[in-house]
């Protein structure tokens, strides 16, 4: 018998109830994976959609992995309960080292599919998933000499998941740019920054060649005759509108190409603002593995650099 067409989406920890208040349909709820009736919708909060979800009959744990295995080769589990035996099933499974990254290694091509238990015997199984990652979540070597805050890992999530980034000597604008993660990362691709910030970057970061710092209110930097920059940074602290509002002068005045902005969200407030940050031309908008109560809006023009 035919199944019913459904859709999973498989929320960060802490942001269920921001993933299920955008989907559309009937809803099931379990633990962090919300499945919604139809096809795939666009979820800003979902860390990993599951595309094809379809469920199957298992009568053993035997079974159970080899119903995974002959769909395909390589599949996390998600648990959200009957965790020794979805951990059984799992552990005969081919093993997914899904190592961290080395910033900029390309990322996994591999399909990973994810899979959980809704009942002992019932698998929900989905071998096209949004993300080539395990739950959506990217881990990376981190640095542990150079980079002020862990902010950092924010642009190198950006870069790795839309493949690109700043090139050798674009001109960039990091606006709130204290303690200078940010900074830090454009520094180290060979960008040239302007750094703008009420309060003053490590002082490591004031010393980085190439880097300029201006003290001050980053939405003071406004298009004029002389501005223009291959990418505007923002991870400024402010009502969503606000910053709404200065990346569309930004935009109207054609006078920079590229775009990556955190919208930052305190308590259920604001959130009006998405669908306004959604229509903005070339427009990504994602929850970060690194974001927390924040999306990240990304516009890049097609001509950019890789």
Not at 50 to 78: F, H, V
Request: charged share 20%.
């Amino acid at each position: 018998m035919q199944q019913t067409q459904i859709t999973a989406y498989l929320a960060p920890k802490g942001f269920v109830n921001q993933a299920a208040a955008e989907l559309k349909g009937e809803q099931a709820v379990h633990g962090r994976l919300v499945i919604a009736s139809g096809p795939p919708q666009t979820s800003y909060w979902a860390q990993n959609t599951w595309l094809e979800p379809r469920t199957l009959r298992i009568r053993s744990i035997t079974d159970g992995a080899k119903a995974l295995r002959a769909i395909q080769r390589n599949w996390i589990m998600y648990s959200f309960r009957w965790h020794r035996r979805s951990t059984l099933i799992q552990e005969k499974l081919p093993y997914v080292s899904a190592r961290p990254l080395r910033f900029p290694e390309p990322v996994p091509q591999s399909p990973l599919g994810s899979w959980t238990l809704l009942a002992p015997d019932l698998v929900l199984a989905s071998a096209r998933c949004s993300s080539a990652f395990p739950h959506g979540e990217v881990r990376f070597v981190e640095s542990k000499q150079g980079p002020p805050c862990r902010a950092y890992l924010k642009l190198w999530e950006v870069f790795s998941r839309m493949q690109k980034m700043p090139a050798q000597g674009d001109v960039c604008l990091d606006a709130g740019a204290s303690p200078g993660g940010w900074t830090w990362v454009l520094y180290q691709l060979g960008a040239s920054v302007l750094a703008v910030d009420r309060a003053d970057p490590a002082p490591e970061i004031m010393r980085l060649p190439g880097v300029t710092f201006r003290k001050g209110n980053a939405f003071s930097i406004l298009p004029d005759q002389d501005s223009r920059f291959d990418w505007i940074f923002c991870d400024v602290a402010c009502y969503p509108e606000k910053l709404l509002e200065w990346v569309s002068i930004w935009l109207n005045s054609g006078k920079c190409r590229n775009f990556v902005c955190t919208v930052k969200f305190q308590g259920n407030s604001h959130y009006g603002v998405i669908k306004k940050f959604a229509a903005l031309p070339h427009t990504a908008f994602l929850h970060l593995s690194h974001n927390k109560h924040e999306l990240t809006w990304i516009s890049l023009n097609v001509s950019s650099h890789n």
